[in-house]
């Protein structure tokens, strides 16, 4: 066990600097905006993916 000690402290620090790196660009208004554009282009893809599937299956 104690040879995963320094692996699992790294994955600690890696996701400390993670979540601190994730609030700085929920403060940032532009990176909020590119997020939200990005999540509703993916959902709009998903949707007309799903819209196209359900037309052929009709056919």
Same mark, same amino acid.
């Given at each position: /066990?104690? !040879?995963?000690?320094?692996?699992? *402290? %790294?994955?600690? +620090?890696?996701?400390? /600097?993670? $979540?601190?790196?994730?609030?700085?660009?929920? !403060?940032? *208004? !532009? =990176?909020? =905006?590119?997020? $939200? %554009?990005?999540?509703?282009?993916?959902?709009?893809?998903?949707?007309?993916? +799903?819209?196209?599937?359900?037309?052929?299956?009709?056919?």
């Amino acid at each position: /066990m104690e !040879d995963f000690l320094p692996i699992l *402290e %790294q994955n600690e +620090v890696s996701s400390d /600097m993670r $979540i601190l790196d994730l609030r700085k660009k929920i !403060d940032d *208004e !532009d =990176y909020l =905006y590119g997020a $939200i %554009q990005r999540i509703a282009l993916v959902l709009s893809n998903e949707i007309t993916s +799903v819209s196209r599937r359900k037309a052929n299956e009709r056919k």
